[in-house]
């Protein structure tokens, strides 16, 4: 599992970002639209192996957000895995 740090320096490497720190929201500060929405559930998907949930709101959505989801569920699923 990727401690914060190393999380928002492969997020901002994906969306090749400068200077990220983690409370940038996405659609106010970032300016992401549509398309790079779907990126962040893919990345998440594929490269963190976990989903953010479906009701998620974008409006206030931040990259800590993000981390936040990716912690939770990352740690669930290992905890699932543990023998």
């Known amino acids: ?3 914060r740090p190393a999380f ?7 969306f090749e970002l400068d200077g990220l720190v983690g ?11 549509s398309l790079e ?12 192996d976990v989903e953010l949930p479906e009701q998620v709101d974008y409006e206030s959505l931040c990259v ?14 290992d905890e699932t895995l543990a023998p």
């Open 64 to 77: 800590d957000d993000i981390w936040h989801y990716y912690q939770v569920q990352a740690t669930r699923r």
């Open 1 to 3: 599992m990727l401690d």
């Open 23 to 33: 409370t940038e929201r996405l659609l106010d500060d970032l300016e992401f639209d």
């Open 37 to 48: 929405l779907l990126r962040v559930a893919l990345f998440l998907e594929i490269v963190c």
């Open 8 to 14: 928002i320096k492969r997020f901002a490497d994906e």
